[in-house]
């Protein structure tokens, strides 16, 4: 049912703007959709009533909202005047240009739990960088933009990252099975190249293959499977549209039996073959 959602990307490497009021949002209220791209969401005004990867979510004013990649987002209700900013980054600029390891590092920081709730002061330091990133989107010509779009990757994921590790007491205020999650995506981040077995996972985190993976299918909307291949074809996506590396090099760094399986592993994840991948327009 999923690969029928309606899916949204961005036509362009990055954008910034605050153009996301009631009536554009309500568009997609009881409507769900798969996001190609990634969305951070800052909301000043309004609150909205969302259903994220299953889970609901609340987001008040003074949030700072992660929208990962392959998320399915789906808005229930928007009540009060909206004042939203938002900055995104195109599906195809994350495939293209090796970063996975920051998308990684935010992913693993906020999974289950997509929206901060900041204080005064913070609200006005991310007010502030919303506001300039939308200065540079408006007004720098497009080859500019394309030139620091590297940096601004980086800048927002590590800032996200800090940001989620500086709240107090996060860890104490999280549940057992939220702690659960949380190691099962930073065990994955550490060892997805060379381990894809789930029960490998479950036996390092001391729970049962069973209860791994209800939990983490109850918190993220994702199963186990499903989180580890998207960061296996994450970085083959990565490496064969940024690097010279032959299909054979990339099956071996990502601990593939052979380039045959691998080919395999792709085209059931992504629908091509990795030679048609690196080979697309």
Not at 1 to 20: Q, S, V
Not at 22 to 33: A, D
Not at 59 to 65: E, G, I, N, R
Not at 84 to 108: A, P, R, V
Request: aromatic residues 10%.
């Amino acid at each position: 049912m999923d690969k029928e959602l309606p899916k949204i990307d961005l036509p362009e490497d990055w954008l910034a703007g605050t153009d996301i009021n009631k009536e554009l949002l309500g568009l997609y209220t009881n409507f769900p959709v798969r996001l190609k791209c990634e969305v951070f969401v800052l909301c000043i005004e309004g609150t909205v009533e969302a259903t994220l990867n299953l889970n609901k979510i609340q987001v008040y004013p003074h949030s700072l909202v992660t929208l990962p990649p392959g998320s399915i987002f789906q808005v229930n209700s928007i009540e009060g005047e909206l004042k939203i900013y938002i900055l995104g980054f195109s599906s195809q600029y994350i495939e293209e240009n090796q970063h996975s390891h920051f998308l990684l590092d935010t992913m693993y920081h906020t999974l289950g739990k997509p929206v901060c709730s900041l204080n005064e002061k913070g609200v006005q330091i991310a007010e502030s960088y919303f506001k300039l990133m939308i200065d540079l989107y408006e007004n720098l010509p497009d080859k500019a933009k394309k030139e620091v779009a590297f940096n601004l990757y980086s800048d927002i994921h590590k800032g996200i990252s800090l940001l989620y590790q500086s709240i107090s007491n996060e860890r104490a205020n999280l549940s057992k099975s939220e702690m659960i999650c949380r190691n099962f995506g930073q065990l994955v981040i550490q060892h997805y190249q060379n381990n894809r077995n789930v029960s490998w996972y479950a036996e390092k985190l001391g729970i049962s293959h069973a209860h791994l993976c209800t939990i983490v299918k109850q918190i993220t909307g994702h199963t186990c499977v499903e989180i580890i291949a998207s960061m296996v074809i994450m970085d083959a996506k990565s490496q064969l549209k940024s690097t010279n590396l032959s299909i054979q090099e990339i099956s071996d760094s990502l601990n593939f039996a052979n380039m045959s399986f691998f080919g395999k592993y792709f085209k059931r994840n992504v629908g091509m073959s990795p030679l048609e991948y690196r080979n697309k327009g």
